[in-house]
């Protein structure tokens, strides 16, 4: 495709060659914010280990790994087995394995060379995983899931002792860790203090490490962070590795957090004005099939207008969708006519990624180059 993509143009005007609904990916704002979250690993000495949910790219994947990041993370068998199949060698499933299909899948992985950690949050389920990994000869690192405050998935930080003594004794297992994902909260509420955030999230992981050591247990990586909240959780003395994932493209939601800035994000959905029927509305071609809609406007914490921001036209707000429409409030002397395309950067990129089954890639010369999103809905 020889279409180019220039970042500064808030209207495109028809004709631009591009179909939309589309999701544009600018690579050098993807580098940058890679290299950004590489030397925050550096500087305090932890591994980093990006949460592939957001990208679900192999290439992505493999960009920061040579900007040195340790390995990737996901929550699927199913993305693992994509990520490996592009070439990915380290693999963190941070999510209870259970079902024996998928314990079974990740066996295979590891027995095709790939380093595959996988996450257990119950005896029940680590059993499994010993099972299997004992009848196929393998050895499988698992990691423990601690709750620390979100109400999902985790053991309770009283039991987590007990049951990692009882992990630690199965065969075919080794327990090599700890993990948690707790998100912006202090003090169990959301919170947009991440520094606060952050520290109390690796003070709580780092003191159950130290109990647990206490116990004999060999426990070597204390795994935390997301985009919010890494920088600061990699601060605090006892964390290993940090899991962020959003950083990679960054959206509204860490703009808003004050992680990023709106020049920061890397994606943005182009979308074509269909219809203006009053002076005071326009209609795109994107509506809930092309936007996520998980981060809703106006709530706590963030209290956003609409379901993403408009470039160039702040004060314009994506405020109702359809499964095909966007209907945006604009003002009555704006300039929009139908045909323009628009570029509109969404409150969440990672869910609005899964939307997509392929994307557009910008590189510096802003050449567009068209690629598959490969872990897109990968649900099993």
């Not at 050591?213 to 003395?237: F, K, M, N, W």
């Not at 994107?286 to 160039?312: C, E, M, N, R, W």
Request: aromatic letters at 4%; proline letters at 3%.
């Amino acid at each position: 495709m020889n279409e180019k993509l220039n970042p500064d143009l808030a209207i495109w005007g028809a004709g631009s060659g591009l179909e939309t609904p589309c999701l544009v990916i600018e690579s050098s704002v993807v580098d940058a914010n890679i290299a950004a979250m590489s030397e925050v690993a550096k500087r305090n000495g932890v591994q980093l280990r990006p949460h592939a949910k957001t990208h679900k790219l192999p290439e992505m994947a493999a960009r920061q790994i040579a900007a040195g990041a340790a390995g990737i993370t996901v929550a699927k068998i199913s993305e693992a087995e994509v990520m490996a199949e592009g070439g990915i060698t380290d693999i963190f499933v941070a999510y209870p394995l259970v079902a024996a299909s998928k314990i079974e899948r990740a066996v295979r992985l590891s027995q095709a060379g790939v380093r595959l950690i996988v996450g257990a949050d119950s005896l029940e389920g680590a059993k499994r995983i010993s099972d299997a990994a004992v009848r196929e000869g393998v050895k499988l690192e698992i990691r423990l899931e601690i709750e620390t405050g979100l109400r999902r998935t985790g053991v309770r930080i009283d039991d987590a002792v007990q049951l990692a003594k009882q992990i630690a004794a199965l065969d075919g297992i080794r327990l090599t860790g700890i993990y948690t994902y707790r998100g912006a909260m202090y003090n169990g509420t959301p919170t947009l203090d991440l520094r606060a955030a952050g520290h109390e999230e690796g003070l709580i992981m780092a003191s159950v490490a130290t109990v647990l050591r206490s116990e004999g247990l060999a426990i070597q990586d204390v795994s935390v962070g997301s985009t919010p909240t890494a920088a600061y959780a990699a601060e605090v003395g006892g964390v290993t590795e940090i899991r962020p994932g959003t950083y990679i493209y960054q959206d509204r939601m860490q703009a808003a957090f004050g992680v990023s800035t709106i020049d920061d994000c890397a994606g943005a959905v182009m979308a074509t004005v269909i219809s203006r029927p009053s002076d005071d509305l326009i209609v795109i071609d994107g509506g809930s099939k092309t936007f996520a809609t998980d981060v809703q406007p106006g709530t706590s914490p963030f209290y956003l207008q609409g379901f993403g921001h408009i470039v160039g036209a702040p004060d314009a707000v994506l405020e109702r969708m359809t499964e095909e429409h966007g209907m945006i409030r604009v003002r009555t002397d704006a300039v929009y006519r139908v045909g323009d395309v628009i570029r509109i950067i969404p409150n969440h990129i990672c869910s609005t990624v899964n939307l997509h089954s392929f994307v557009y890639i910008a590189d510096a010369a802003g050449q567009l180059r068209k690629a598959a999103v490969a872990a897109r809905g990968m649900l099993e």
